[in-house]
């Protein structure tokens, strides 16, 4: 029977074999628990910095969303009642031009204005008053009785003073209303000498209900004010506090800037941060939006409270990364720098390949220095001699270069050159330079400033190219229409002269025989036979007549342009069956002649399209004449179009024949005497053409 050999365990060899390979063992899972305890924690750190970086961001943005969205609400607001007041200020405007005013009895005008003031359901009144401030009607009376003097005399004066229309603020108690209004006044002027102030008084319930319907929160408040700082209306407290001077903050910053950002009380003693904007054409109205400070900056310094932990338990590991981290930033922007520097040296390639494929010229303007540098090309356009260019980068003076251009141009490109740079906007200006033998040559400089926060003075970079050829094709296409023009009428002037002195007397003379033939013919059917060829006569010498007027009326000549404009319309709409209303202001026959014919053509043009497309059964004709500018208004009941896509109509589903060719020709007659023509219309609205001519720039005749 064998022995054990190890009865009592392992022999001590094995037991000190073992006892360190043990050891080794718990050593190295001690070591790599350590690392992993470490990551664990520099992996913590960051999540709990990433965690109060976004809970920062987050509420920084919500508070920017805020503030953004109260910047808009401004914006929509002041927008919403700019527009309403503009249409209401309209309304009072062609009220003012009625020719019911000029009845000294007023009653007309009183009539007219009942029928305004129906359609306008926020209107309180309708008031007329002589210059002295004495109201001469207010609907709310009847004709005829004493009235007193008008309210809020600011804006009265402020219209008697300049001439112009005006919006006023929220006036005191009236006497008459006994109400707080708003009143919009426009002057009555005639043969250039005010003789009455119109004036519209409505209830703010228009502006509350814009500035109720931003939907805003409850909690922020809104309000509009006018130039003293009077409530207009508020959404909160609006019944008490409408009429009330606004808290001093509020007219402080209106006194500072027409528009911005202030913090301060509201009167309920809630400090908010206030979005304002002053609105256009008002008077001084102003629109502000406030939100509570609270409600803004809590959140925010909660996650700053945050954020601060985090940046604290992560100081640590950030010392241990530095050294690694400013090694990669450095490495990296080597490698950028580089990249870069090709980058920018094969840019730099391509665009003077491009402006010499071009044949631009390149130049830079130091403002602040007063320097002006340019290319070779540039020195080619502006026609300067080599002798005048100094420095090694081609450099003269502002003033050598404003000197060769055209003294009437200077003043145009530097406004623009001051333009560029406070408005970070592109130059771009047509300007003339005098070469030496002092022809004049157009050129185009278009540039860009630098960036403001760059370093160093002011600069404006750009290219000069020569458009003399362009602009010589455009002189002589215009030359050549207004030969063509000129050619036509003279044309249809003799061709007119020629129907109504030859082939008219002609007629006549067939006329006249056949008259004499009839009394020496026998009764019976040879009499009646020569009684229906002398209707016959008689129709043919009718049409001939036409013919003339429309080729080249008389009267335009004879009469002037407003004789032959009543004559046309009056003919034309006896003709067709079709209701024309013309009207004139301030129109006399002083206008130069090829404005008259221009004018006259178009509303040919315009009745041709009406009685072809339109199926209308009213056409109204208005013809102002204002300083030195013409304006001109045809509107229609009719079918109406799509301005955008004019050859498709609401009703018939297009024009049968394409589109008109009498809004190409109108554009093409206007382009002769500087005039434009814009066009409103809808399927089923009707049309309306809205045609302006300048008259400075043409020889007014006596």
């Given at each position: 029977?064998?022995r054990n050999?190890?009865?009592a365990?392992?022999?001590p060899?094995e037991?000190?074999?073992?006892d360190?390979?043990?050891r080794q063992?718990?050593?190295s899972?001690?070591?790599?628990?350590?690392?992993?305890?470490?990551?664990f924690?520099?992996?913590?750190i960051?999540?709990?910095l990433?965690g109060g970086?976004v809970?920062?961001?987050t509420?920084d943005?919500?508070r920017?969303?805020?503030?953004?969205r109260?910047?808009e609400t401004?914006?929509?607001?002041?927008?919403?009642?700019?527009?309403?007041m503009?249409a209401q200020?309209?309304?009072v405007?062609?009220?003012?031009?009625?020719?019911?005013?000029?009845?000294?009895s007023?009653q007309r005008?009183?009539t007219e204005a009942?029928?305004?003031?129906?359609t306008?359901p926020?209107?309180?009144?309708?008031e007329?008053?002589d210059?002295?401030?004495t109201q001469?009607?207010?609907l709310?009376?009847?004709l005829g009785v004493?009235?007193?003097?008008?309210?809020d005399?600011?804006?009265f004066?402020?219209?008697i003073?300049?001439?112009?229309?005006a919006?006023?603020?929220?006036?005191?108690?009236?006497?008459i209303?006994?109400?707080?209004?708003?009143?919009i006044?426009?002057p009555?002027?005639?043969?250039g000498?005010?003789i009455?102030?119109?004036?519209?008084s409505f209830?703010?319930?228009?502006?509350?209900?814009?500035?109720?319907?931003a939907?805003?929160?409850?909690?922020w408040v809104?309000a509009v004010?006018?130039?003293r700082?009077?409530?207009?209306?508020?959404?909160?407290a609006?019944e008490?506090?409408?009429?009330?001077?606004?808290?001093?903050?509020?007219?402080e910053?209106?006194?500072?800037?027409?528009?911005?950002f202030?913090?301060?009380?509201?009167l309920e003693?809630?400090?908010?941060e206030?979005?304002?904007r002053?609105?256009?054409?008002?008077?001084g109205?102003?629109?502000?939006?406030?939100?509570p400070s609270d409600?803004?900056?809590?959140?925010?310094?909660?996650s700053?409270?945050?954020?601060?932990g985090g940046?604290?338990a992560?100081?640590l590991?950030a010392?241990l990364l530095?050294?690694?981290?400013a090694?990669?930033?450095?490495?990296?922007?080597?490698?950028?720098a580089e990249?870069?520097?090709?980058a920018?040296?094969?840019s730099?390639?391509?665009?003077?390949?491009?402006i010499?494929a071009?044949?631009?010229?390149t130049?830079?303007?130091e403002v602040?220095r007063?320097?002006?540098?340019?290319?070779?090309?540039?020195?080619?356009?502006l026609?300067?001699?080599?002798g005048?260019i100094?420095?090694?980068?081609?450099c003269?003076?502002?003033?050598?270069f404003?000197?060769v251009i055209?003294?009437?141009?200077?003043?145009?490109?530097?406004a623009?050159?001051h333009r560029?740079?406070e408005?970070?906007?592109t130059?771009n200006?047509?300007?003339?330079v005098?070469?030496?033998?002092?022809s004049?040559?157009?050129?185009?400089?278009?540039?860009?400033?630098?960036?403001a926060?760059?370093?160093?003075?002011?600069?404006?970079?750009?290219?000069?190219?020569d458009?003399?050829?362009?602009?010589r094709?455009?002189?002589?296409?215009?030359?050549?229409l207004?030969?063509?023009?000129?050619a036509?009428?003279?044309?249809q002037?003799?061709?007119?002269?020629?129907?109504?002195d030859?082939?008219?007397?002609?007629v006549?003379?067939l006329?006249?025989?056949?008259k004499?033939?009839?009394?020496?013919?026998?009764?019976?059917g040879?009499?009646?036979?020569?009684?229906w060829?002398?209707a016959l006569?008689?129709?043919?010498?009718?049409?001939?007549h036409?013919?003339?007027?429309?080729?080249?009326p008389t009267?335009?000549?004879?009469l002037?342009?407003?004789?032959?404009?009543?004559?046309?319309?009056s003919?034309?709409?006896?003709?067709f069956?079709i209701?024309?209303?013309i009207?004139f202001?301030?129109v006399?026959?002083?206008l130069?002649?090829?404005?008259?014919t221009?004018?006259y053509?178009?509303?040919?043009?315009?009745?041709?399209?009406?009685?072809?497309?339109?199926?209308a059964?009213?056409?109204s004709?208005?013809?102002?004449r204002?300083?030195?500018?013409?304006?001109m208004?045809?509107?229609?009941?009719?079918?109406?179009f799509?301005?955008?896509t004019?050859?498709e109509?609401?009703a018939?589903?297009?024009?049968?024949?394409?589109?008109?060719l009498?809004?190409s020709g109108?554009?093409?007659?206007?382009s002769?005497?500087g005039?434009?023509l814009?066009?409103?219309?809808?399927p089923?609205?009707?049309?309306?053409l809205?045609i302006?001519?300048?008259?400075?720039?043409?020889?007014?005749?006596?």
């Amino acid at each position: 029977m064998r022995r054990n050999n190890n009865p009592a365990g392992p022999r001590p060899e094995e037991q000190d074999h073992t006892d360190p390979l043990s050891r080794q063992l718990r050593s190295s899972l001690g070591l790599s628990r350590r690392p992993l305890v470490s990551l664990f924690i520099a992996a913590i750190i960051p999540l709990l910095l990433f965690g109060g970086w976004v809970a920062y961001i987050t509420a920084d943005q919500q508070r920017e969303q805020a503030r953004r969205r109260a910047f808009e609400t401004v914006n929509q607001v002041a927008e919403r009642i700019a527009s309403e007041m503009d249409a209401q200020l309209q309304v009072v405007e062609t009220l003012a031009a009625s020719t019911a005013l000029d009845d000294p009895s007023l009653q007309r005008f009183y009539t007219e204005a009942q029928r305004v003031k129906a359609t306008h359901p926020l209107w309180e009144t309708i008031e007329l008053t002589d210059p002295s401030g004495t109201q001469l009607v207010n609907l709310l009376r009847p004709l005829g009785v004493r009235l007193g003097p008008t309210a809020d005399r600011e804006s009265f004066d402020e219209v008697i003073k300049t001439g112009q229309s005006a919006i006023g603020g929220i006036g005191p108690v009236g006497p008459i209303s006994g109400k707080r209004l708003v009143a919009i006044r426009a002057p009555v002027v005639r043969q250039g000498q005010l003789i009455y102030v119109i004036t519209v008084s409505f209830i703010p319930n228009a502006i509350s209900e814009i500035l109720a319907g931003a939907g805003v929160p409850n909690d922020w408040v809104g309000a509009v004010v006018d130039a003293r700082g009077n409530f207009i209306a508020r959404t909160l407290a609006q019944e008490t506090e409408l009429g009330r001077p606004a808290a001093p903050g509020l007219r402080e910053a209106i006194q500072r800037a027409p528009a911005g950002f202030y913090v301060s009380p509201t009167l309920e003693g809630v400090e908010v941060e206030v979005v304002y904007r002053t609105l256009p054409k008002t008077g001084g109205w102003s629109v502000h939006l406030g939100v509570p400070s609270d409600a803004l900056n809590t959140p925010v310094l909660r996650s700053v409270y945050i954020l601060a932990g985090g940046g604290v338990a992560s100081c640590l590991l950030a010392l241990l990364l530095a050294s690694l981290m400013a090694r990669d930033i450095a490495q990296r922007r080597q490698t950028e720098a580089e990249r870069a520097s090709l980058a920018l040296a094969l840019s730099e390639e391509r665009g003077a390949v491009a402006i010499e494929a071009a044949e631009l010229g390149t130049w830079r303007w130091e403002v602040g220095r007063g320097k002006f540098f340019g290319s070779e090309r540039c020195w080619t356009i502006l026609n300067l001699p080599p002798g005048d260019i100094s420095g090694p980068e081609g450099c003269v003076p502002v003033e050598r270069f404003l000197e060769v251009i055209h003294e009437e141009d200077r003043d145009a490109i530097q406004a623009a050159a001051h333009r560029c740079l406070e408005d970070s906007s592109t130059m771009n200006v047509e300007v003339r330079v005098r070469r030496h033998d002092g022809s004049l040559n157009w050129i185009r400089a278009t540039g860009r400033a630098l960036d403001a926060s760059a370093e160093g003075p002011p600069e404006i970079h750009g290219v000069i190219a020569d458009i003399e050829p362009e602009k010589r094709a455009q002189a002589e296409r215009l030359n050549l229409l207004r030969r063509l023009a000129e050619a036509q009428e003279n044309e249809q002037r003799r061709i007119a002269r020629e129907l109504h002195d030859q082939i008219g007397q002609t007629v006549t003379g067939l006329s006249l025989g056949l008259k004499a033939l009839e009394h020496k013919v026998d009764g019976g059917g040879a009499q009646e036979h020569v009684r229906w060829l002398q209707a016959l006569t008689s129709e043919i010498g009718r049409d001939i007549h036409r013919a003339a007027a429309d080729l080249r009326p008389t009267s335009l000549d004879d009469l002037g342009l407003r004789q032959a404009l009543i004559a046309f319309t009056s003919d034309w709409g006896d003709r067709f069956g079709i209701k024309v209303d013309i009207q004139f202001v301030g129109v006399d026959d002083q206008l130069p002649p090829e404005v008259g014919t221009v004018v006259y053509r178009i509303v040919q043009e315009a009745f041709t399209n009406i009685l072809k497309h339109a199926s209308a059964r009213n056409v109204s004709v208005v013809v102002e004449r204002r300083s030195q500018r013409l304006r001109m208004i045809i509107e229609d009941d009719g079918a109406g179009f799509k301005p955008d896509t004019p050859a498709e109509l609401a009703a018939g589903g297009g024009w049968r024949d394409g589109p008109p060719l009498g809004l190409s020709g109108a554009r093409e007659r206007l382009s002769l005497v500087g005039g434009t023509l814009e066009i409103e219309s809808a399927p089923g609205k009707g049309t309306t053409l809205f045609i302006q001519i300048p008259l400075s720039h043409h020889e007014q005749k006596p």
